[in-house]
């Protein structure tokens, strides 16, 4: 009875005055809506943030990608005396960045010198557990190399073979570390 007597004042109000309740009303929810949902997803500043290193990441890989297929095809090295293509300072930077893949090749050339290293990764069927390329800032130089483990064989042992990577494979698409020396 009292939620009829509220419906019929409701009623006769005048349209204007109904029309300004039912705008409060829809106002009111998208509020709401907007605050539940910024609580919800919105990160603010952090958010902000990572966007920004996302882009930067965006633009430095688009530099990287451009400054790869500039590179001429074959073999790319840091030092004179081969017929290769030789690296500037800046360049052998760059493309040690630009740099991700580690082929078999340069990994069995490393491993010859290190027998442990060997031993395990014929037992574990060839498998690398991780790679990595990094410039060091220090040295001036790039370094690469692999981390082995000898766990899915029964050996609780995991090796790190690395060096310098001397010279680099350039396909047009990527390049790929083509020598490390590791002695």
């Not at 004179?80 to 760059?94: I, P, Q, R, S």
């Not at 690398?128 to 050996?155: L, M």
Request: charged share 25%; proline share 2%.
């Amino acid at each position: 009875m009292l939620n009829e007597n509220y419906l019929n004042k409701i009623k006769e109000l005048p349209e204007a005055f109904k029309q300004l309740g039912g705008l409060v009303v829809i106002m009111m929810f998208i509020f709401l809506s907007f605050f539940i949902l910024n609580n919800i997803f919105g990160e603010g500043d952090e958010l902000v943030e990572k966007m920004k290193i996302e882009e930067e990441r965006i633009v430095q890989e688009r530099k990287l990608n451009k400054l790869i297929s500039s590179l001429p095809t074959g073999i790319l090295v840091s030092f004179n005396g081969t017929d290769n293509f030789k690296l500037t300072d800046e360049l052998y930077e760059a493309v040690c960045n630009a740099t991700k893949l580690i082929p078999q090749r340069a990994i069995m050339g490393a491993n010859f010198l290190n027998f442990r290293a060997h031993e395990i990764y014929t037992m574990n069927g060839n498998q690398i557990s991780e790679t990595f390329v990094r410039w060091d800032k220090e040295k001036n130089k790039c370094f690469a190399g692999f981390v082995v483990s000898g766990k899915n064989v029964g050996v609780d042992e995991k090796i790190t073979v690395s060096g310098e990577a001397l010279s680099f494979l350039s396909t047009g698409i990527d390049t790929r570390v083509y020598f490390i020396k590791n002695f």
